[in-house]
């Protein structure tokens, strides 16, 4: 990595610490009941229903974001990424009622969708010899900054100030990241600045079945995550009987295994393909979402929140992603664009889903949907490199 570089990197990562604030501030169960009374949801599913809008925001972007990075450069997505989440944060702190801050999290969405397309992209174009790692570190400060979520709550609640000051210095900080980003230096890649519009790349991509599974994945990998970090507390809380001040101890295990995932993780992909872990992983979270489901205890909340945060969200996204763009490395920020397409659907269909179900209905339905991502991960798996190939003598 050229050390020029290194500010951006930073800027990059850090943006994604916040951004780990901003994807689970409204799956916390403290502050999930204070905003269902503030937005009189009557419970704390509906808070669910508005973190589900943080998909559709991104489904909305995401067509627009990818090739637009391809385009004109990283350093303009990374800026209007900035730019929207501080509204975001500003909006759901303030929100009267649903209807506001649904408006608010669809601004989330489309903040993540630009720093997204701009950001996977870049840190593997600046880390170009270990792209798998260069994603995975995204993950590694979205789960430090979640791992220390508790902690931030305890702090706002130990100074006797609203559990919504996170995310007005979450906004703060955000704003300050975007206007640095302005100064700091990026990459020219080749080919930037005649990216052809989104539909038409996708008509000259030549897709086959193994990487529509890829995509696909995109969709399966986040079911298993965001279904758990959404919902989950209030399993442990209201079917394993965690006491409400004890649940968010949860977001400690979870963000704890996704850590130990990224370092492991990194150090095997060095050894082994990265594609492997595609199958493997989802295959241990839906042993382990069985047990959850059948024990039902305390005990095997917290087992199940740090396996299912290293299994689950210990870079399964992300690996898919560094996979895809090293498939189609002329149109990197449209085929991320794809992936996240497919994690934003997934985002806003299955947590809408949620928010009137039960849950114990909503371990069942992650259970389904993570079993069927080993299905994809295996047939990609057994096709990989004969992909590989073709993408290599099309160069």
Same mark, same amino acid.
């Not at 990562?13 to 780990?20: A, E, K, S």
């Not at 489904?59 to 990424?81: E, N, W, Y």
């Given at each position: 990595?050229?050390?020029?570089?290194?500010?951006?990197?930073?800027?990059?990562?850090?943006?994604?610490?916040?951004?780990?604030?901003?994807?689970?501030?409204?799956?916390?169960?403290?502050?999930?009941?204070?905003?269902?009374?503030?937005?009189?949801?009557?419970?704390?599913?509906?808070?669910?229903?508005?973190?589900?809008?943080?998909?559709?925001?991104?489904?909305?972007?995401?067509?627009?974001?990818?090739?637009?990075?391809?385009?004109?450069?990283?350093?303009?997505?990374?800026?209007?990424?900035?730019?929207?989440?501080?509204?975001?944060?500003?909006?759901?702190?303030?929100?009267?009622?649903?209807?506001?801050?649904?408006?608010?999290?669809?601004?989330?969405?489309?903040?993540?969708?630009?720093?997204?397309?701009?950001?996977?992209?870049?840190?593997?174009?600046?880390?170009?010899?270990? +792209?798998?790692?260069?994603?995975?570190?995204?993950?590694?400060?979205?789960?430090?900054?979640?791992?220390?979520?508790?902690?931030?709550?305890?702090?706002?609640?130990?100074?006797?100030?609203?559990?919504?000051?996170?995310?007005?210095?979450?906004?703060?900080?955000?704003?300050?990241?975007?206007?640095?980003?302005?100064?700091?230096?990026?990459?020219?890649?080749?080919?930037?600045?005649?990216?052809?519009?989104?539909?038409?790349?996708?008509?000259?991509?030549?897709?086959?079945?193994?990487?529509?599974?890829?995509?696909?994945?995109?969709? +399966?990998?986040?079911?298993?995550?965001?279904?758990?970090?959404?919902?989950?507390? +209030?399993?442990?809380?209201?079917?394993?009987?965690?006491?409400?001040?004890?649940?968010? /101890?949860?977001?400690?295990?979870?963000?704890?295994?996704?850590?130990?995932?990224?370092?492991?993780?990194?150090?095997?992909?060095?050894?082994?393909?990265?594609?492997?872990?595609?199958?493997?992983?989802?295959?241990?979270?839906?042993?382990?979402?069985?047990?959850?489901?059948?024990?039902?205890?305390?005990?095997?909340?917290?087992?199940?929140?740090?396996?299912?945060?290293?299994?689950?969200?210990?870079?399964?996204?992300?690996?898919?992603?560094?996979?895809?763009?090293?498939?189609?490395?002329?149109?990197?920020?449209?085929? +991320?664009?794809?992936?996240?397409?497919?994690?934003?659907?997934?985002?806003?269909?299955?947590?809408?889903?949620?928010?009137?179900?039960?849950?114990?209905? /909503?371990?069942?339905?992650?259970?389904?949907?993570?079993?069927?991502?080993?299905?994809?991960?295996?047939?990609?798996?057994?096709?990989?490199?004969?992909?590989?190939?073709?993408?290599?003598?099309?160069?």
């Amino acid at each position: 990595m050229n050390k020029k570089y290194l500010p951006s990197v930073v800027i990059l990562y850090l943006n994604y610490f916040i951004h780990g604030i901003g994807a689970s501030i409204l799956s916390q169960q403290v502050v999930k009941e204070l905003l269902a009374e503030q937005w009189g949801t009557g419970d704390v599913m509906g808070v669910t229903a508005i973190a589900a809008a943080l998909g559709l925001g991104r489904l909305i972007s995401l067509p627009f974001a990818g090739p637009l990075s391809d385009k004109l450069g990283r350093r303009i997505s990374v800026i209007i990424g900035c730019m929207s989440y501080v509204i975001f944060f500003v909006g759901i702190a303030f929100s009267p009622n649903t209807q506001v801050a649904y408006l608010a999290a669809i601004l989330g969405g489309i903040a993540n969708s630009f720093l997204d397309t701009a950001t996977y992209p870049a840190v593997a174009e600046i880390i170009n010899k270990y +792209t798998g790692i260069a994603t995975m570190g995204i993950k590694f400060f979205i789960s430090v900054s979640q791992l220390l979520m508790p902690f931030f709550l305890g702090v706002v609640a130990g100074t006797s100030m609203s559990y919504l000051t996170l995310p007005l210095v979450a906004g703060i900080a955000i704003a300050v990241l975007g206007v640095l980003s302005i100064f700091a230096p990026f990459p020219t890649i080749e080919g930037t600045g005649k990216s052809e519009s989104f539909f038409n790349n996708l008509k000259n991509a030549n897709f086959s079945l193994e990487s529509i599974a890829l995509i696909l994945i995109g969709f +399966t990998s986040t079911a298993t995550f965001q279904l758990w970090l959404n919902c989950a507390q +209030t399993f442990g809380k209201e079917v394993a009987g965690i006491a409400s001040e004890e649940v968010s /101890v949860m977001q400690t295990y979870y963000s704890a295994g996704t850590m130990v995932a990224l370092v492991v993780t990194s150090i095997l992909i060095t050894k082994f393909k990265q594609v492997r872990f595609l199958a493997i992983y989802p295959a241990i979270s839906t042993v382990m979402l069985v047990l959850v489901y059948v024990t039902k205890t305390p005990f095997i909340c917290y087992v199940g929140a740090f396996v299912i945060g290293y299994a689950a969200a210990g870079g399964v996204l992300q690996m898919a992603t560094a996979v895809v763009n090293d498939l189609f490395p002329k149109i990197k920020g449209t085929i +991320t664009s794809l992936v996240m397409i497919a994690s934003s659907l997934c985002n806003y269909t299955i947590l809408s889903a949620a928010s009137k179900m039960s849950a114990e209905n /909503v371990i069942v339905m992650n259970l389904v949907i993570t079993v069927i991502g080993v299905l994809l991960a295996i047939f990609v798996n057994m096709r990989y490199q004969t992909l590989l190939e073709k993408t290599e003598t099309a160069q």
